[in-house]
Structure formats: C-alpha cells, structure tokens
C-alpha cells in the first residue's frame, strides 16, 4: 500500500471511529451496506430509520476522505466498520437530546459530532490507532489462512 493510500485509510478510519464515538452505530451499518454492498438506499432508509440525504452525505463525505477513490473506500469500509462497531463504545447518546457520556454533559444533537471533534480529539486518534493496528492483524491473519 503506498503512503497516500495510507494516509486516507487513516482519515476514513478516524471519521467511522468519530461517529460511532457520537452514537451513529445505526447510521455506520446504513453507510456499510450502502458503499459495500450497494443496497438500495430507499430500503436503507426504511429500515434505519435515516434520511436518504443523511446516509448520502456520509458517504460523500467518506468518499472525500478517500481522495474520490471509491475503491479504497470500499475496501477500507468493508475492513473497518464491523471492528469500529465491535471495539469502539458510543459515548454520544439519544436521537431527541444528545448526551456525552464522558462529560456527562447534554449537547444540541445536531452538534454531538462537533463536540466530539473539538473536546475528545486525542481519544479519537487512540481508537483510531487501536482499529489501524487490529485491521493489519487481521490481514495477517488471512495471509496465513491463504497460505494453508
Ligand atoms: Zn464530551
């Protein structure tokens, strides 16, 4: 993997782990099977219970992330999110009123993200590196299944 792709695996990692860390689980899954598996996104939003536009724009904005490589995207997507979801705990709380439950502190839902963005920046990267570091054991790992 050359730096470049490196350097936005990281980015598209740290915006997964900083949504989860928000509370968007949900939303994660949504976006999972949007840019995996190209679900339909009437049906995603069905059964997420998201706005399309919502579950658009995170891929856009995973996409940004990627440099517009939607392959890298895919694949970093499809690497991350079920580890992000298994590893990382959801600090930000509630659809009506967001909560952080680090500063036990209640915050506009539409700014939960934001929050944690400008208070928590430092525990994201740890959850970033923590998520980096499994999804390189995993390859591993599947390097030595393959060579069996
Ligand atoms: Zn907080």
Redesign the pocket.
Known sequence: MVDNDKHFEYEIVRYLVLKQMSGYELLLRAVHEYIVYDANIRDLADRYGFDRDLIRSVKQRILQKAGGDLRLAKRTVARAVNEVIRYVPQ?GVGRLHGL?K??R?YIDNGYLAD??SK??SGLINEYTEMILEIMRENNKNVKVVRQR
């Open positions: 600090y952080c680090l500063c502190m929050h944690f208070s928590h």
